[in-house]
């Protein structure tokens, strides 16, 4: 399925800093295992353009999802610093963080993680009511966001009354219902069959690249190769925490 | 998040575990209305004691007597030490002089002596010993005679009696109603003191002796039978049907105080007089009871009145005591009422760190889509306190319910016992908002240690938490 994308833009300001939307810098994130250090990234620089779509390829355990998870906000380096639309993560507070996930990040999860309890329509609704955007504005927001991937029909249904491919799009109007400029997708197809999965991919591709006005920056986690290739502008492999490839496609 | 975003949010996530929330909130109803049954039983029957002394007219007077002993530093005072410098001083004697001085205190309305007397009261052919009270005219409005069935006495001077119910039963044939007493006449046979002459007249003249006036100066006086007879205006309610009266000037029947003054009947005080003194210094009371403005004057007019040189008494003093020992039984009461709320509050933990186990995941999303640590506490606070607030509101209803179940059950009971069913519950308005606020509180208090915990939670973990 193909859901075109009509006026799913990013704010005209971006609020970069010298056209980068993440810049990471010497970042590392070890853990304490007992005795052992488990170094899941380490010191990885990396730097994200403006609107440029980022696949990180790695296999299981390689800190993909740990990058991810350090550039969203939700977890904090051990060392290094993290820039993203021009602001450190690592000197924001535990509430900056928040409105930085709030406002400037949308995040789509491999296993969907809607609230089961609450509709579409409520489910979309979560960061509006985090955003503490007026009431009146809410309904419509979260109408658009749910019509633009393709589930305009389905506001009053809850996530276990849906596919996955449909869950996984709800997740996608939630991510951008604040309209963010930095979409992280971990390995939003890994729960999906192949052809579901490449509906989803397109309907990220458009996120991207809309066919009108500027697109969003784009990192996504994954293992699959193929599917960086096809839709990423650049594919940058890790390999136990370290950046161990780097391959500039578009 | 707003305030209505968290309520709505908080308000949705304790409907969607509707059984174990609603038993935790009904575990706080329950304690709430423990509290408030407990202490409404405590507030009814203080309101209770209240209503009963203030009815009677005795948290506004003042009892006075002649203070008793012999004076501090005198052969047979003993080893007591002097409680103040009156102590030191002869007791006074509580005459009408003594009485004019007293009336000229500061915010004393009335000050009337005490005059209580044994006489026999007779309708033929019955006849009954009866403890006889001279009622001053002010009691016909402080209550004393509530319930009365007939009339107060017409005038100050009237020869009419007023008879408690019991002694009218007593009086009358068998099973008539004691307020058929009403209307007719009954004799009163009393002791009556007459005035001897000074010895020189007394051997020259024959003509009868008069009784002793308030002023007569007299070298004694024998006491001769004498009777008379006063027209029922009135009858009280008998003692087994709530009647029956309280306070300084309590009788089986009443007379106008000062028709009871001229009666001259023999008072205790008369024969201590006799041996006091050798001649006669006019009229003196047993007592004499002041009626103060308000019960705010009754501490001043006592310490006045001690420092006059006289014995003062009034239910203040008691009426403090009982004060106090019902804010110790509210306060013991309260405890206790409070204990189910205790352990109601465990419950709330309880359902709390429950509801963070199975919402771990749930806690993850919310703070990835942008939820501070303080929006979590918040909503977490937000469910104590709805739990608290509803629980507080069905609790006070259901402590209602229960204090009216126990004041019908109490009702029942008295009756059976052939008692009449005072009020003993009320719940006012400042216990059911406290109660309210108190359960508010005690489930937020319940919800700090779940809220930082859940507000603690690391996102990465709760998003891996399946």
Known sequence: ?250 | MKVRDLTELAARNLREAILRNSLTTLGIAVGVASLVALLSLGVGLQQLVDRSVAHAGLFDTVSVRQRQGVPFGQPGGGGRLPRDASDLQPPRALDEATRREIAALPNVLEVNPEVRFTAEARREPNSQLVLVSGMAQSSQSSGTLDGLIGHFFTTADAEEAIVQGDLAKRLLPEGQAPASLVGQEIVLRFAQRQALPPPSQQSASDAPNQAVGPDEEAMGFSIVPSEKKFLVVGVTPASDSGGGQIGFNSGGLYLPLSVAEKLQVVQGSDLRDVARTSSGEGQRYSALNIRAASPAAVAQIETSVKQMGFAAFSLIDVTRNLRTFFAVFDLFLGIFGSLALAVASMGIVNTLVMAILERRREIGVLKALGAANRDVRQLFFAEAGVMGFAGGVFGVALGWAIGRVIQFGTAIYLKRQGLNSPNIWTVPWWLVLGAIVFAVLVSLASGIYPASRAARLDPVEALRYE
């Not at chain 1, 833009?9 to 993440?22: D, K, Q, T, V, W």
């Not at chain 1, 296993?111 to 509006?128: A, K």
């Open chain 1, 1 to 250: 399925m193909r859901v075109t994308l009509h006026s799913m833009n990013a704010p005209e300001n971006p609020g970069s800093s010298n056209g980068l939307a993440i810049r990471a810098d010497r970042v590392s994130r070890h853990y304490k295992m007992g005795e052992a250090l488990i170094r899941a990234v380490d010191e990885i620089s990396l730097n994200v353009r403006q609107g440029e779509f980022l696949a990180l390829l790695g296999a299981s355990g390689s800190g993909k999802s740990t990058l991810l998870n350090l550039i969203a906000g939700l977890d904090r380096p051990s060392s290094g610093a993290i820039f993203a639309q021009g602001h450190d993560l690592a000197t924001m507070s535990s509430e900056e963080l928040a409105r930085h996930r709030n406002k400037t990040i949308g995040i789509v999860f491999q296993s969907f993680q809607l609230l089961p309890r609450m509709t579409l329509e409520e489910n979309v609704e979560l960061p509006l009511r985090l955003a503490e955007v007026p009431r009146g504005e809410r309904p419509n927001r979260v109408r658009e966001a749910l019509e633009r991937v393709g589930l305009g029909a389905r506001v009053k249904h809850r996530p276990t009354e849906l596919s996955g491919g449909e869950q996984q799009r709800a997740v996608i109007a939630r991510a951008l219902v604040n309209q963010p400029m930095i979409l992280l997708a971990d390995e939003p197809t890994g729960n999906l069959d192949s052809k579901t999965g490449e509906g989803i991919m397109n309907l990220i591709a458009e996120i991207h690249r809309p066919p009108s006005g500027p697109g969003r920056t784009i990192v996504m986690v994954t293992h699959e190769r193929g599917l960086a290739e096809r839709y990423a502008d650049r594919i940058v492999t890790l390999s136990d925490g370290q950046l161990s490839r780097e391959e500039r496609l578009r």
